[in-house]
Structures are given as structure tokens and as C-alpha cells.
Nanobody, 126 residues
Framework: QVQLVESGGGSVQSGGSLRLSCEAS????????VAWFRQAPGKEREAVAR????????FYADSVKGRFTISQDNAEKRVYLEMNSLKPEDTAMYYC???????????????????WGQGTQVTVSS
């Protein structure tokens, strides 16, 4: 059973940067998708970045393209989300999630993901 633990959240000013970490135990499985989702109060949980763990294909929401980068480090058993040029509208609880896939495409909807972490809070002030 894979477990996911997020860390790295915090409070930053607009324009700042944070790096979130998602540690997978016992390790990052091949042929999986790992995604970063976020949920702001009163809003739906949305996928902001996804990575296919075999080959490294990545997918981003339009709202974060060019600012966020998802990456994996198999030796560290971590998937990272590097967030730059942060905006107040990026404020949310951020979650990582994973799902096995067979075709290399990472689904966008939260219902497709079977394992979730507990979340880490990101707050961006103006």
C-alpha cells in the first residue's frame, strides 16, 4: 500500500516561491500518475500538475503553466512541485495523489486518483 506525505507549504508574499514535496512510501511506483491538486475554501479540488512516473510526461493546468514545475526523484522517493511567481489566487490546501495507469496519460479529475496525502497549506499574501 502506497502512502503519500506532503510537506513544504507555508506563507509567502506575492511573487515568491515555494517547493512542495510529496514523499511516497515504500517508493514511487512505475506506470503511475502522481498529481498535485489544490483546494481553496468553497472551491472544487483541481489538478494543477501531473506526472507520469515512467517516462516523465507532465501536464499542467493553464492557470499555472510557466510558473509551476512538477518533477520526480526516484532515489529520494519524492515528487516535487516547484512554484514560482506565486499569486494570492494560488492560496489553497495542496494535495498529492497517485493512480496506476496503463496508457501514459494522467487523468485530470480527482475521482480517478486512489491514494491521497493529508495536504499542505500554501498561503500567498498580496
Amino acid at each position: 500500500q502506497v502512502q503519500l506525505v506532503e510537506s513544504g507549504g507555508g506563507s509567502v508574499q506575492s511573487g515568491g516561491s515555494l517547493r512542495l514535496s510529496c514523499e511516497a512510501s515504500p517508493y514511487i511506483y512505475a506506470r503511475n500518475c502522481v498529481a498535485w491538486f489544490r483546494q481553496a475554501p468553497g472551491k472544487e479540488r483541481e489538478a494543477v500538475a501531473r506526472i507520469y512516473t515512467s517516462g516523465g510526461s507532465t501536464f499542467y493546468a493553464d492557470s499555472v503553466k510557466g510558473r509551476f514545475t512538477i518533477s520526480q526523484d526516484n532515489a529520494e522517493k519524492r515528487v516535487y512541485l516547484e512554484m514560482n511567481s506565486l499569486k494570492p489566487e494560488d492560496t489553497a490546501m495542496y494535495y498529492c495523489a497517485r493512480v496506476p495507469v496503463s496508457d501514459g496519460y494522467c487523468p485530470q479529475g480527482k475521482s480517478a486518483y486512489s491514494t491521497w496525502g493529508q495536504g499542505t497549506q500554501v498561503t500567498v499574501s498580496s
